[in-house]
């Protein structure tokens, strides 16, 4: 069964760095394809990154040039690398296994991890 576990949230002040980490388990990462959501309080969940079954690498055009996805076969985990972090990144993060940028579409949701970016 597909397990997807998140970690690496936390309190950071504006400009600041994180690194969010998505354990996967249960189907094989290398060939598939994964996402980045966020969701901030009151509004719709957004794709922030996504690493398609070949490879190829999306980014929300608000993150394109601060964020960085890649993942670590070996390890079976997925890592959104987050620099230059801004007050309207907060949201809680997930990791999923939907089409990439298609969170109404099947797949499978890790728990989330909250980034709060506050000065």
């Known amino acids: 069964q597909v397990q997807l576990v998140e970690s690496g949230g936390g309190l950071v002040q504006p400009g600041g760095s994180l690194r969010l980490s998505c354990a996967a388990s249960g189907f094989a990462l290398d060939m598939s394809r994964i996402n980045w959501f966020r969701q901030a309080p009151g509004k719709k969940r957004e794709g922030v990154a996504c690493?398609?079954?070949?490879?190829?690498?999306y980014y929300a055009d608000s993150v394109k040039g601060r964020f960085t996805m890649f993942r670590d076969n070996a390890k079976k985990t997925v890592y959104l690398q987050m620099n230059g972090l801004k007050v309207e990144d907060t949201a809680v993060y997930y990791c999923?296994?939907?089409?990439?940028?298609?969170?109404?579409?099947?797949?499978?949701w890790g728990q989330g991890t909250q980034v709060t970016v506050s000065s």
């Open positions: 999923a296994t939907v089409p990439c940028f298609n969170p109404d579409l099947f797949g499978s």
């Open positions: 690493i398609s079954s070949d490879g190829t690498r």
